[in-house]
């Protein structure tokens, strides 16, 4: 009896605690298949550099665009595009362009549950203590689905703070 009781009472510790987390699904998954936000973008497989560029003027970036048989389809819905924007080496910046089907948007309201929808932008958001992901038409036949790391964007803003710090510190 001691030992049921007690399994029971860690049962419950332990899915309180995780409740308090207060993570979602989005962020549980942290990205799309297995390119995770944060992770470097040299692990991704078939990832090839496509340009460098400046995120909002101020920080170097890099452009990268995936080509990979485990990400051609979504079930069955055909992947025309993944591209991938990197600060540092890591991901903060899922693009993924599909072809347009009702039953991507059922799904991600399966998993993520009810999104937001944005009546200025004409999108639908899913948004995670970490990350969001955005879901909007890209065209007559074609879907956006666009996950943005917050911890890295976090991390750029910390950067230039940084930089910003070490000019005053050099007058």
């Known amino acids: 009896m001691k030992i049921q009781s ?4 860690l049962f419950l510790l332990s899915y309180f605690t995780c409740a308090q987390d207060g993570l979602t699904e989005l962020d549980k998954r ?11 973008v040299d692990s991704v497989p078939g990832s090839r550099l496509k340009k460098t560029f400046t995120e909002k003027g101020n920080h170097p ?11 051609q ?10 591209e991938l924007k990197a600060y540092r080496g890591m991901v903060y910046e899922i693009r993924v362009l599909t072809e347009k089907d009702p039953r991507l948007m059922k799904a991600l309201e399966s998993n993520l549950g009810p999104p937001a929808y944005d009546v200025r932008n004409k999108r639908y958001t899913w948004n995670g203590k970490n990350l969001s992901l955005s879901f909007r ?13 917050y911890v890295i964007h976090n991390l750029m803003k910390e950067d230039k703070k940084q930089k910003v710090q070490d000019i005053a510190d050099d007058f």
């Open 61 to 71: 970036a890099e452009l990268y665009e995936v080509v990979h048989p485990d990400y």
């Open 30 to 40: 942290n990205g799309f298949k297995q390119i995770k936000m944060g992770m470097p």
């Open 137 to 149: 038409p890209a065209g007559k036949n074609d879907l956006e689905l666009l996950y943005v790391s």
């Open 73 to 82: 389809f979504i079930g069955e819905v055909k992947i025309l595009k993944l």
């Open 6 to 9: 007690l399994t029971a009472a």
